[in-house]
């Protein structure tokens, strides 16, 4: 599991330097390790959808490689790939469409909806596993759910920070008007 995400992470990390982007810091949590790339040009949407796309796309490539295998790296790989394109901040997929909202409704806005969305659709999959844990058993889940609750946090205190951020700049617009 931990050699999976490692190879997601590189690949997100070779495609980030290949459009000049920066790792700020790398990570590792309860659910492996994260990378922190800043990109310090505006970088084309094309640009954007292949660094956010590269990570899952190296799991599909290993899923490929070993599918006749019935292994545990095959079934690791796949669940990477797909979990990773759920349209949820801060995954991959949730990053995909963030960039497309923020071209088409301005970054404030994308945001936004991105947050509400997110906390929408773990609100529903929290409910779903609620009602059949009993049936299910399986605590992993549980401590996914609690992981992505928390990882929501911590992109809403980023978004209030963006937002006081934005409040301040204009203050200080009016005030030097």
């Not at 330097?17 to 590792?28: L, S």
């Not at 797909?82 to 088409?104: S, T």
Request: net charge positive; charged share 20%; glycine share 6%.
């Amino acid at each position: 599991f931990i050699i999976s995400i490692m190879i997601h992470e590189f690949a997100h990390l070779i495609v980030g330097y290949c459009i000049n982007g920066r790792v700020n810091f790398m990570k590792i949590g309860m659910f492996g390790i994260s990378l922190d790339i800043a990109f310090y040009r505006r970088q084309k949407l094309i640009s954007k959808m292949l660094f956010y796309f590269a990570g899952p796309l190296a799991n599909l490539i290993i899923f490929k490689f070993y599918k006749g295998d019935n292994t545990l790296i095959t079934y690791t790989n796949y669940a990477l790939f797909l979990f990773n394109l759920l349209p949820i901040l801060p995954l991959d997929g949730g990053r995909i469409i963030l960039e497309i909202l923020k071209r088409l409704f301005g970054r404030f806005n994308a945001n936004y909806f991105m947050i509400c969305f997110t906390k929408c659709f773990l609100f529903l999959i929290t409910f779903l596993y609620a009602t059949v844990i009993v049936k299910v058993q399986n605590f992993y889940i549980l401590l996914l759910l609690m992981y992505l609750w928390r990882l929501l946090y911590i992109e809403e205190e980023k978004f209030d920070l963006y937002k006081r951020t934005i409040m301040c700049i204009k203050d200080i617009e009016i005030n030097l008007k």
